[in-house]
């Protein structure tokens, strides 16, 4: 699959906004769903549609088969030892979440030491703090280098032999950088302790080994690797998943219920309780089957060229400042920024207007935006089909709100 062709098999950007061709540059919050995803969940729900895993039914069978699967093309796309280590959830905040409540609520003692870093997503933080809360444990940041990258010596520094997790995100969802997340993992497991890490924004753009990295769990969302929402994954190694508890009761996750007790299925399903997510699930094996077929590798490389395209570019702009790590392969494919005096939100009404959507707020990242002292920034992030006229378009709407706020103000 040609690279170039790409944008063909995504119908939604086919389309116009406020009277021109529409530029999605909004992946890094959710990407667009190309037409063999669409196709897949239209398939399941005109054919197969079914609860799984408890009738003996045809349509049972076919959805049961459709449902694990889709797990089974996750466990390969990870590189997981077994499917048993590959929960289906809600997306990286649940997977995070329950990590979180079923391994730390278990695990933590008081003054046990929990890591994370500046730059996490709220979803890898308030999990954290309240755990901490709960069990009198210390939540400790690792501190930031001036581009927003971390030092493995800042890593050895935070991490102590008191430390019994450490979460950090592989990707930044705001500054764009790359975590060395096998070398952190190293340090952690050195000292003790586990590592959980938050793949949102890294299982899209490029290949994520869970052997390789010799993590302890990882979460990603379907959402932002062209699967629907509503669908995400956590992976745990076997043995940890085996020890922790659940932390959701009810149907499908049970194997014996008596009046007074009750016993659990094996992995994976005893976390994941409830009629699962199907449609998700059909979809985001779907997904992966697109993303195999354009290749990891050559999606990574895309990214980097349209970062180091886009920086140099809008570096032209007088008065445009960008966050992040200057160096291209240090960031995944995207772009965060502040113009002059105007405010991010002004700036993405802007260019929303010349039908560019780009994102501006916090990012769900509070605690790095006090850390770069701003409140706010636009960004503007890129997936697999989007390319270099795209980021014309995204420099000449900069360039026409520069001029427009000049003249008003």
């Not at 500046?118 to 069990?135: C, D, G, R, T, V």
Request: proline share 3%; hydrophobic share 40%.
């Amino acid at each position: 699959m040609n690279i170039k062709d790409i944008k063909t098999y995504f119908p939604v950007l086919n389309q116009e906004v406020n009277g021109h061709p529409l530029i999605y540059l909004d992946s890094a919050a959710t990407s667009q769903k190309p037409i063999q995803v669409i196709e897949a969940l239209k398939k399941y729900y005109e054919f197969d549609n079914s609860n799984v895993h408890r009738g003996v039914h045809t349509l049972g069978n076919r959805a049961t088969d459709s449902y694990e699967g889709a797990r089974e093309k996750v466990r390969k796309f990870i590189n997981a030892r077994s499917t048993k280590e590959i929960i289906f959830t809600r997306g990286t905040t649940t997977a995070l979440n329950t990590v979180a409540a079923g391994y730390g609520r278990q695990t933590l003692q008081q003054g046990d030491e929990i890591v994370i870093t500046y730059m996490e997503h709220h979803s890898n933080i308030i999990p954290w703090q309240q755990l901490a809360k709960e069990k009198g444990a210390v939540l400790k940041y690792i501190d930031l280098q001036e581009d927003g990258t971390i030092s493995l010596d800042a890593v050895r520094a935070a991490i102590t032999s008191k430390t019994k997790i450490v979460s950090i995100m592989y990707v930044s969802n705001v500054l764009g950088t790359i975590n060395p997340i096998k070398d952190i993992a190293k340090i952690a497991h050195d000292n003790g302790a586990i590592i959980a890490v938050d793949a949102a924004q890294a299982a899209p753009h490029m290949k994520v080994d869970v052997q390789d990295l010799d993590c302890d769990f990882l979460a990603f969302s379907g959402h932002k690797m062209c699967a629907p929402t509503g669908i995400g994954v956590l992976y745990g190694k076997e043995a940890l998943l085996d020890n922790m508890e659940p932390i959701e009761f009810g149907g499908e996750m049970i194997d014996f219920v008596g009046l007074y007790d009750s016993t659990w299925k094996e992995l994976p399903w005893k976390f994941e309780g409830g009629t699962p997510i199907i449609a998700g699930a059909v979809g985001l094996g779907a997904a992966i089957d697109f993303l195999n077929e354009v290749g990891l590798d050559n999606i990574a490389a895309h990214e980097h060229k349209l970062a180091a395209y886009a920086m140099d570019e809008m570096e032209k702009i007088e008065g445009l400042k960008i966050f992040g790590p200057r160096d291209p392969m240090q960031r995944c494919g995207l772009v965060t920024f502040n113009l002059d005096d105007v405010h991010p939100h002004d700036v993405a009404t802007v260019l929303d207007m010349n039908g560019i959507a780009v994102r501006a707020g916090h990012h769900c990242a509070q605690p790095l935006m006090k850390w770069l002292q701003v409140t706010a920034t636009a960004r503007a992030s890129f997936y697999l089909y989007n390319d270099e006229a795209d980021i014309d378009r995204l420099v000449a709407g900069l360039r026409s709100a520069k001029e427009y706020f000049n003249d008003v103000f």
